[in-house]
């Protein structure tokens, strides 16, 4: 919104509790969203939903010898409620996916590139 993230919850009653939340209702066919300073809404902001979980990475694992230079990736999402990572029975952590992926590739080249 207007730039700046949104944070993903995933229950109504963290929704209602924090604003500048969003969350997936309805059997993923609506997104509810607690807007910062909520007396505004929508009104007049720029709302962006984004959908990408990736912008670049290869759909077959393991490809080598590829170079991904110049290029301007934005606006990746990782579509997973806040914690999803946190593995409780162990401790560790998995990070996301990420806008820009190997995917277990080998003798890649990554550079120039703005990523945000």
Not at 31 to 60: K, N, Q, T
Not at 73 to 82: D, G, L, R
Request: net charge negative; charged share 25%; hydrophobic share 35%.
């Amino acid at each position: 919104m207007d730039g700046a993230i949104l944070v993903e919850v995933d229950s109504e009653r963290e929704l209602r509790r924090v604003d500048g939340t969003w969350m997936v209702s309805d059997g993923g066919r609506a997104i509810r969203v607690h807007f910062p300073d909520e007396g505004e809404g929508p009104r007049g902001r720029l709302v962006e939903v984004s959908c990408r979980m990736r912008c670049f990475a290869p759909h077959e694992r393991g490809l080598g010898y590829i170079v991904v230079r110049g290029f301007v990736m934005e606006h990746a999402t990782n579509q997973f409620p806040s914690g999803f990572y946190n593995d409780p029975a162990t401790g560790k952590c998995f990070p996301q996916a990420g806008a820009l992926g190997c995917r277990g590739g080998h003798h890649w080249i990554i550079e120039d590139n703005i990523i945000r």
